[in-house]
């Protein structure tokens, strides 16, 4: 779950209230400050990274940490299969998948522990029938809610080994289940926090056990319902679990440990030629991740920003680079910062009797895009037009264009590419637009985004 750009649903910030900036609530601890780290699931992906993980916290021996965990590398995804096949009704197909979450689990304890393997062989089981005690049910509630209660086991597994094998180096270290702190609403596979239960929380249980132990490892991505039903904050959420356990504990900083040496002006999966950034503000990330620049979970920063918590990204391959560093501070010169996103689909409504396109029009688009979960990417309004640029979720789009049409006459286009550039000057534009049919061009001083075509001019 931890690729480079982790991308997350849900770009906006949603129910995160303003908290007052200080440190008032005595947190922090004589003996030192409250660091919150994040792995990702790339960084427990197999025992010899679950092994660096080690080598990491023990490097902050004597610190106090709260460590948050990911899923092993590819569970989430293998874990929605499990769901998808079970919604389905076929239960075999359902159980056979799982079975092999189960083994890559239990094969990794078997090589990263001795004596204390029957301890985590234990813990991993009530998991394992936490999830298959569902599976063998028939499904009578909506997807989301499956989704949640089966996918969030990733998390519970792979925290239990890694606390287990932290224990067995002499890290000594206590597991918490994170639903037992993080209240949510039921609005599954994105629930919102509820701040005030789950800080209640967080003063009982987590801050008195550090009194008895430096380091708590707990889960990112899940809580529970007021019925104890488990729930997720959206995909790749991990991050922001982080970011709301560092504005509740007045954190001195948060740390995510990523696969690459800081965060870069564009994905090198897209491009050879990128750049380190070693330094951002928050709003510079929040603006990159609007724009679809997948660096930080976008709802991560809010909270941070809140309390004046600076974050950093460091590589868990290479602990000594410099990585990057987020804060409040003002910055100039930053290089040009490229987002590519592929799969674009244009849609084009336009009214039947040349009437304006009013704001009663564009209000009831934008209902239907929350009713169908759709977030334009790119939006121009004319008179009697309305564009709108989207992620092709095939699903989707056919719905808004059977209920647009209602009211427009309706075109689509698919197979286009949203390049957006921030602090662009005239040479990297053209040579991103290189050999392109533009379609569509929006632009401010800071930021331009082009709406292309792979037609050769």
């Known amino acids: 779950m931890d690729e480079y750009f982790d991308a997350l649903p849900g770009l906006f910030m949603r129910n995160i209230p303003t908290f007052a900036n200080s440190n008032s609530k005595g947190l922090i601890s004589e003996e030192g400050f409250m660091k919150i780290f994040k792995f990702g699931g790339a960084s427990v992906n197999s025992v010899e990274r679950i092994r660096n993980v080690g080598e990491i916290i023990q490097s902050y021996k004597g610190e106090k940490l709260l460590v948050v965990i990911s899923a092993m590398g590819k569970t989430t995804n293998a874990l929605e299969k499990v769901t998808e096949a079970f919604f389905s009704q076929k239960l075999e197909e359902a159980l056979s998948l799982f079975a092999k979450v189960k083994q890559q689990h239990l094969e990794t304890a078997r090589q990263l522990l001795t004596d204390s393997l029957p301890a985590c062989e234990q813990q991993l089981k009530e998991f394992f029938t936490e999830a298959e005690w569902l599976l063998h049910d028939s499904p009578v509630r909506e997807y989301d809610y499956y989704y949640d209660q089966v996918v969030c086991i990733g998390e519970l597994l792979s925290t239990a080994l890694v606390s287990h094998y932290l224990n067995s180096i002499g890290i000594a270290n206590q597991w918490m289940d994170v639903r037992d702190i993080i209240r949510t609403d039921d609005n599954f596979r994105d629930a919102g926090i509820d701040w005030t239960y789950t800080q209640s929380k967080v003063n009982e249980v987590i801050i008195p056990s550090f009194s008895v132990t430096n380091i708590i490892l707990t889960q990112g991505f899940i809580g529970a319902t007021d019925e104890n039903e488990s729930t997720t904050l959206g995909r790749e959420g991990s991050d922001y679990s982080a970011a709301v356990f560092a504005n509740m504990m007045d954190a001195v900083s948060q740390t995510i440990w990523k696969d690459v040496e800081s965060v870069m002006n564009a994905d090198p999966k897209e491009f050879a030629d990128v750049q380190p950034i070693h330094e951002l503000n928050y709003n510079e990330v929040i603006e990159m991740a609007y724009y679809g620049a997948q660096v930080i979970h976008p709802k991560t920063i809010k909270p941070l920003q809140n309390k004046g918590i600076p974050l950093y990204v460091k590589c868990f391959l290479q602990p000594s680079l410099e990585g990057t560093v987020i804060h409040g501070k003002s910055l100039k010169q930053l290089p040009p910062i490229i987002v590519l996103k592929q799969n674009q689909v244009m849609i084009e409504m336009s009214s039947r009797d040349f009437s304006f396109v009013g704001e009663h029009h564009v209000s009831h688009l934008y209902s239907l895009f929350e009713k169908l979960k759709v977030k334009p990417n790119l939006t121009q309004n004319g008179a009697i037009s309305f564009l709108c640029v989207m992620d092709d979720h095939t699903d989707r789009i056919e719905k808004l264009a059977l209920e647009a049409s209602s ?15 921030r602090h662009y000057d005239t040479t990297i534009l053209e040579k991103m637009v290189n050999a392109k049919s533009i379609l569509l061009r929006q632009q401010t ?10 037609v050769t001019k």
Do not use: A, R, Y
Not at 408 to 418: E, N, Y
Not at 445 to 454: D, F, H, K, R, Y
């Open 407 to 421: 009211l427009f006459d309706v075109k689509v286009l698919k197979g286009l590419s949203l390049l957006t550039i």
């Open 445 to 454: 001083p800071e930021t331009i985004q082009v709406l292309m075509t792979s």
